[in-house]
């Protein structure tokens, strides 16, 4: 059985909810990413932003990206897969809540993330279809 651990990228950088959807924009950039988990004063995943939401939420709105922040840019509930969790239980978790990366946990530790790319190197084709299918929007 192929787990999370095993086809992610180690080494996740995070932004901080008391950070700006600048720093955010600045991390990727500066990490070549196109999402960063979202970490909360305990250090717990809160979510992930994208650069997506950067462009429809912040600069989309007219909000300042310097002083807009990126807590502010969690979903309602952080959505991740455990390390150990098998590859067909990360495709289950991305297409029920209709997402293209998630951060792997172990224990409470952010380890990396998970990105369909990823997925997709790991799957006979017909599964990666069936992912691409779940995920387009209508």
Known sequence: MTTAREIMTP???CVRSDQTAADAARLMAEHSVG???IAGDDNKIKGVVTDRDLV???MGQGRDAGTFP???LNQ???VTVGADDSVDEVLATMSQHQVKRLP???QDRLVGMVAMADVARALPDPQVGDLEKALSVD
């Open 11 to 13: 080494g996740a950088e």
């Open 35 to 37: 999402a960063l988990p």
């Open 56 to 58: 429809i939420k912040v």
């Open 70 to 72: 990126a807590g502010d």
């Open 76 to 78: 309602n509930e952080a």
């Open 104 to 106: 792997v946990i172990d």
